[in-house]
């Protein structure tokens, strides 16, 4: 059984050119990223606060995503888990959020059997 209909990534105007074989190729998802504000409004419209979180996130972190993943998305909303995912908030640079955090939440530094 298939879960994604043949050619799924063609209902996204930026991906309606791309062939099956350059889809599913790895190199070419690579290759073909997204990485920057331009080229995600190419695909999803964009709030000033995500425009806004978005710049200041990757002041500090890099950004990148895969045409694949994005394609994912079905239906656009800045609820979707699969955008939650993506897209950077401004939740990660918080400091007043990051102040409860830990460096190491799973304590694997302690936990592990392996030292």
Do not use: C
């Not at 991906?15 to 920057?36: G, H, P």
Request: proline fraction near 5%; charge should be neutral; charged fraction near 30%.
């Amino acid at each position: 059984m298939r879960i994604l209909k043949e050619n799924f990534w063609k209902k996204i105007d930026a991906f309606k050119n791309v062939d099956k074989k350059n889809w599913e190729s790895w190199k070419w998802q690579i290759a073909n990223r997204l990485t920057t504000l331009e080229e995600i409004k190419k695909i999803f419209p964009v709030s000033k606060e995500l425009e806004t979180a978005f710049l200041k996130t990757t002041e500090i972190f890099h950004f990148g995503t895969t045409p694949y993943y994005l394609s994912l998305i079905k239906e656009f909303s800045y609820d979707n888990p699969i955008f939650k995912q993506v897209f950077p908030s401004l939740d990660e640079i918080d400091k007043e959020k990051q102040k409860y955090s830990y460096e190491d939440p799973f304590l694997e530094d302690t936990l592990s059997p392996v030292s």
